[in-house]
Structure formats: structure tokens, C-alpha cells
């Protein structure tokens, strides 16, 4: 491929994300020539992404690759790629809720399932977890409608209301909802402290500890890693370690930068956003941190904040330990550096002792950006 080549590419926004939407037969077969390509397309590596459609953020340096499919309970393919910015590398460990929640209306606007109005139903496969999403999008006159009035935090202005269910989340990578077996595990930090923790993999894998066991208040904000990065080496080593113990990774060089996800949870309590908006405890039912790659996470997660949701309705978790008993079952607010994300998510423990996921789903809004042509 020379200059001129070019690859039919939209650029979406998803939720708190922002993402290159691909069609997989414009792509070389190739695993490693594809990465090349997508590479290019996002201009890394390059911490500025000057030479692509990157945003130069983790939020906002992902590709969407869809097909149709030839699934019998699936209308389209999904695979999410987390593109490195300094480094040339695309993981696909992971999916990525936020991006999720363009799939549907891409896929409405692409022609790639029948417009039904006012809802057209989605089945979205996720290549990435083989798991089956189902989004429900608002359509007018053919085409997947992004305005409305639904307001979601950490994403200016509002609009249209777009549900997705994850079905079947439990187990999206490790095949259990509690890859260990345990509510509670215990991770040796290398500073010789020993942590509780819970590993939940429910939408996406994650390891859960509470921030007064590592000396955190809970409510840090991305700018506080700036002047205490010791924050994000001690998510990132609780993360790889939790890997390791979830059997995602026979040693922690080997472990994924997308997955599994951190999260540092911490009960509900007053704080101030990263923009100085005041948020009450009343209005959550707990306060977490995550990251996204090698950031702190500026929102938090939607795959991250289901798997969360989940360990809140998990008798005996660390996280069902400090969350408002009303998180149990039902809707889960979480409080986050940009504001407050709901999730709805219900457990319950089958005749064997067993837990199970019974529902996980959110809402949020998605918008598409541009159309046309990236040249590499």
C-alpha cells in the first residue's frame, strides 16, 4: 500500500470514548499486516498521534473493526482494538464498553441490520470476549437518531438514549464470574504489604481493593498522578499481579495493558470532580478509581464499571463491603473523577453456592463525528 491508499473509516464517539469505526473486509487478512495498517491510520507510534486520526489519549485511540455476521443470534462483529500511542502495538484483549455503545447505530446508519422504528434491536457479537451484546438505538426516518435530552457525565451536552445489555456477561474472560472461586483473595504487594482484594470477571475481568488498605483517600483525581505517580505504579502492580492470579498470564511482563481492569474503590463520600463540580455521598452508592492503559481513567469504564456493579451485588467482596446496601441489587451509582455512571446489575447464589449473574446492562449516548476516507 502506497500513500494513496485509502480505507473507508467514521470516527464515533461512545460514550466517554471516542473510537475509528473500520469495516474488517477493507482490511488485510494478516493479523500483523492489519495492526500495520491500523497503526498508520491512528499515527503511531507518536505520543501526539500528528500523523493520524489518534486523539493522543487512551480514550480516544481506539478502532472499531465490524463485519457483518454470519451468527445466527448475531446481526454484526464487533472487535475493539486499543491502540498504542507511543508504542506500535494493538491489543484485543478487551472490549470496551463505551465504544459498545456506538456499535449499534453504526450499524443501523451502515445499513447492516433493517431500521426499525422508534428502536431498532442490535445483536452485536464481541469478537473480543465472544460474548453477545444487545443494543437498543432510537430511529427516525431510517437513521439511527444521536440527539435527545439524556445527559451522561463526563460528556458535554446530551443526547440520544442508547441501552446496552451485556448478555451472559459472567466470565467474559477467565469462563467464571469469580475466576478464583474466592469473595475475598490476598495479593503480596512488593513492599511486602498483603492486600485483600476480590477478582470479578463480569463484562471484563477486574481486581477490586479498597483505597484505605494501600493509604488512599479513594477520591484522587488524574491530576493527583502527575504529582504522585506512585498511584498509578501501585494500580498497575495490583493489576498484574491479578492477572497472573486469574490465569491471564503466566508472569506479569506477559499481562495485557488493557486487561484485567483496576479498580480502587472507597465508600460514598463528598468530593469534587476533576472539572470542581461538588458530588454529594447521597447520590452514590460508591467512589472508584480505574485506569485506562497507562492513565488514570478521567471517567471510569463501562465494561469496568459493570464488573464493579456486579461485585457490589457479590455478598462478601471488598466492594460489597463498603458500597450503600441499595447497590446490591438493582441500579449502581458510581462516583468517579468526572461525575456519577448507573449501571443496572443483579446477582444472585444458585442451590450449588454458586453466584450468578442475572442482568447487566447501562445507557448512554453515542454520536458519529465524521465519514469517509483515511489515506495511510
Known amino acids: 500500500m502506497d500513500e494513496r491508499h485509502r ?22 487478512r494478516d493479523p500483523t499486516a492489519r495492526d500495520a495498517v491500523i497503526l498508520k491510520i491512528f499515527g503511531s507510534p507518536d505520543a501526539r498521534q500528528i500523523n ?62 433493517p431500521a426499525v422504528e ?62 478464583t472461586g474466592k469473595v475475598v483473595d490476598v495479593l503480596e504487594l512488593d513492599d511486602g504489604r498483603s492486600v485483600r482484594c476480590s477478582l470479578v470477571d463480569a463484562a471484563a475481568p477486574a481486581v477490586f481493593v479498597q483505597a484505605k488498605e494501600i493509604g488512599l483517600s479513594g477520591i484522587e483525581l488524574p491530576a493527583d498522578t502527575q504529582a504522585n505517580p506512585q498511584i498509578l505504579a501501585l494500580m498497575e502492580e495490583l493489576r498484574a499481579k491479578a492477572a497472573v492470579l486469574m490465569k491471564l498470564a503466566p508472569n506479569r511482563g506477559d499481562v495485557s495493558p488493557a486487561v484485567p481492569k483496576v479498580g480502587i474503590v472507597s465508600p460514598p463520600q463528598d468530593y469534587k470532580t476533576s472539572s470542581g463540580k461538588p458530588i454529594s455521598a447521597v447520590d452514590c452508592d460508591l467512589v472508584a478509581r480505574t485506569k485506562a ?13 459493570l464488573c464493579l456493579s456486579a461485585a457490589a451485588a457479590i455478598e462478601g467482596t471488598v466492594v460489597h463491603e463498603i458500597a450503600d446496601p441499595r447497590a446490591q441489587s438493582g441500579t449502581v451509582r458510581i462516583g468517579h473523577p468526572s461525575g456519577i455512571s448507573s449501571f443496572l446489575v443483579s446477582a444472585s447464589r444458585k442451590s450449588t453456592g454458586e453466584f ?20 495511510i
Not at 492503559?293 to 464499571?305: D, E, Q, R
Not at 450468578?356 to 489515506?375: P, Q
Request: net charge positive; glycine share 12%; proline share 4%.
Open 7 to 28: 480505507i473507508r473509516a467514521a470516527i464515533l464517539r461512545g460514550g466517554t470514548s471516542k473510537g475509528v469505526f473500520l469495516f474488517e473486509d477493507d482490511l488485510p
Open 52 to 113: 493520524g486520526l489518534g486523539g493522543a489519549d487512551p480514550l480516544t485511540s481506539k478502532a472499531a473493526i465490524i463485519r457483518r455476521s454470519t451468527r445466527a443470534d448475531a446481526d454484526v462483529d464487533y472487535t475493539v482494538g486499543y491502540v498504542g500511542i507511543a508504542q506500535a502495538v494493538v491489543d484485543y484483549q478487551g472490549n470496551c464498553g463505551n465504544i459498545s455503545l456506538a456499535v449499534g447505530p453504526f450499524a443501523v446508519d451502515e445499513g447492516l441490520v
Open 118 to 179: 422508534p428502536i431498532t434491536r442490535v445483536r452485536i457479537f464481541n469478537t473480543n470476549t465472544r460474548k453477545i451484546l444487545e443494543a437498543e438505538v432510537p430511529v427516525r426516518d431510517g437513521r439511527a437518531v444521536f440527539e435527545g435530552d439524556f445527559a451522561v457525565d463526563g460528556i458535554p451536552g446530551s443526547g440520544a438514549r442508547i441501552v446496552v445489555n451485556f448478555v451472559n456477561a459472567a466470565g467474559s474472560k477467565t469462563g467464571r464470574l469469580l475466576p
Open 293 to 305: 492503559l497507562a492513565v488514570m481513567h478521567k471517567a471510569y469504564a463501562i465494561t469496568g464499571g
Open 356 to 375: 450468578e449473574l442475572t442482568k447487566s446492562a447501562t445507557a448512554g449516548t453515542a454520536r458519529r463525528i465524521m465519514e469517509g476516507y483515511v489515506y
